[in-house]
């Protein structure tokens, strides 16, 4: 009986302790990259703004079947909305099962005449729970480096977009 409640001492001061360790995280989850490229607004709001355009840039919509019903997105186990859209940015909802959903936003910033950083970002807002912040540890390894990877295609497409014309 005395290794039976040992045991079960030790497994409550350890989720105690996992607890307390995780509300050291915040809960509130920022990733964010940004690339400068030099094009017309209307070419980065064309391929931003619109999820019909991005499929020119975004490499799971070109192995996954995208269904885009009004501002929506379905792709694999993800659905995206366009929430707002204005001269100079486009906020998205994204929502990947079993996870908290993101708030997303493209934005495009001018640096000088021609010349603008398009600033791409997630934010996820999670619970208190230990499995939900210890995940978010996860967010800057895997989304950054995803980021970085559809930034380069949104700005070859945009580029190549600029030459034909």
């Given amino acids: 009986m005395k290794p ?3 045991l079960l001492g030790s497994l ?4 105690i302790l996992i607890t307390a360790i995780a509300a050291l995280f915040p809960s509130k989850v920022i990733v964010s990259r940004a690339i400068e490229l ?3 607004p209307a070419d980065i709001a064309y391929y931003v703004a619109d ?3 991005w499929d020119a ?3 799971e919509w070109k ?4 269904t885009i019903k009004n501002n929506t997105a379905f792709i694999s186990t993800q659905t995206i909305t366009l929430t707002s859209a204005s001269d100079t940015a486009a906020n998205f909802e994204w929502v990947a099962t079993g996870q908290p959903p993101y708030q997303v936003k493209i934005e495009w910033l001018p640096l000088q005449e021609g ?3 398009i600033h791409w970002s997630f934010t996820q807002q999670v619970s208190w729970y ?5 995940q978010t540890l996860l967010n800057e390894k895997l989304l950054g480096t995803k980021m970085e990877l559809e930034l380069a295609n949104l700005k070859e497409a945009i580029l190549n977009k600029s030459l034909v014309k």
């Fill in 12 to 15: 409550i001061v350890l989720a």
């Fill in 130 to 134: 230990p499995w939900e912040k210890f």
């Fill in 51 to 53: 999820l019909h355009h």
């Fill in 115 to 117: 010349n603008y950083v």
């Fill in 63 to 66: 192995e996954n079947k995208v």
């Fill in 4 to 6: 039976v409640k040992l």
């Fill in 57 to 59: 840039w975004m490499s």
């Fill in 38 to 40: 030099t094009a017309p």
